[in-house]
């Protein structure tokens, strides 16, 4: 079973340019969600210019946290839609439904049967290059701290388990339970390691206490773009819905990328101007 199984031949170009719009319109209005709450909050002791420079590092900051939320979700994401991709060409194959393999195909087939738990262990080490490469060099979010990364990274976690759970009322609970069991363990782990203090335990909860509502955000907007997704046909509801999902976040990286190329365009020039 190939890839292009899971793929809508009927999403033509023409309706993935109409989707990527929507989803640029999706990803402005979280901005600007962003911008308002960041205005509300901000010190009203602050005038003039100092309120302004206060306003324009917090929004840079708030709005590089929903960043790194929209691309960690995307990497940890990965790993879940590898997982049931692999998982259900497996189950295909063992029940003979998949037709005549290759060699390669037994071979791969035999890799996952004996070597499943290092595989995964592969493939949840690549998610994290992934993400790495996305927040470092692709879209540099240098505005964030690397523990302040790691917190919404944790959070990612707990973003993709939100995500499972739904699809477990609406889908096949098997595809997705085991995924949901290797983020709670790897969440754990991130909070309770074995020279860990409770001080420790509460400083990491404290943290992503704080980025909830970039969470909260996230999973709106990708619920919102599901959505619309879905019910234009877009998106298919055959196999599972993980990889339409996933789908949904490779449009959204694409706006994310588009947005901060511009927005690095706009700060050079404007700190160009301020200087001459």
């Given at each position: ?23 640029f319109i999706g990803v402005g209005i979280s901005i600007g969600i962003i ?242």
């Open positions: 079973m190939s890839i292009s199984a899971y793929l809508n031949p009927d999403f033509t170009l023409g309706k993935k340019l109409i989707f990527l719009l929507i989803t911008y308002l709450s960041t205005n509300l909050v901000l010190n009203k002791k602050l005038h003039g210019r100092s309120r302004e420079i206060a306003m324009d590092l917090a929004f840079v900051d708030k709005v590089q946290r929903f960043f790194e939320m929209l691309i960690a979700g995307v990497s940890v994401l990965s790993f879940s839609c590898s997982y049931v991709i692999i998982n259900h060409i497996y189950t295909l194959a063992q029940s003979g439904a998949a037709g005549k393999l290759t060699s390669t195909e037994r071979m791969l087939f035999e890799m996952w049967s004996e070597g499943k738990d290092f595989l995964l262990l592969l493939l949840i080490l690549m998610s994290c290059v992934i993400n790495t490469l996305l927040d470092t060099f692709i879209i540099p979010l240098k505005k964030i701290t690397r523990e302040e990364k790691a917190t919404i990274r944790m959070l990612a976690m707990f973003y993709v388990i939100v995500i499972l759970m739904y699809l477990n009322t609406i889908g096949d609970e098997s595809q997705y339970s085991p995924v949901m069991m290797y983020y709670f363990g790897l969440m754990v782990g991130r909070f309770v390691y074995f020279d860990a203090s409770f001080k420790d335990f509460l400083v990491a909860l404290k943290n992503m206490f704080f980025n909830l509502p970039y969470m909260a955000l996230t999973l709106i907007l990708i619920g919102l773009l599901n959505l619309f997704g879905f019910n234009m046909g877009y998106l298919l509801e055959r196999n599972y819905y993980i990889v339409g999902i996933f789908y949904t976040h490779l449009f959204l990286m694409v706006c994310i990328f588009v947005v901060h190329v511009v927005w690095m365009i706009v700060a050079h020039r404007n700190s160009t101007g301020g200087r001459s």
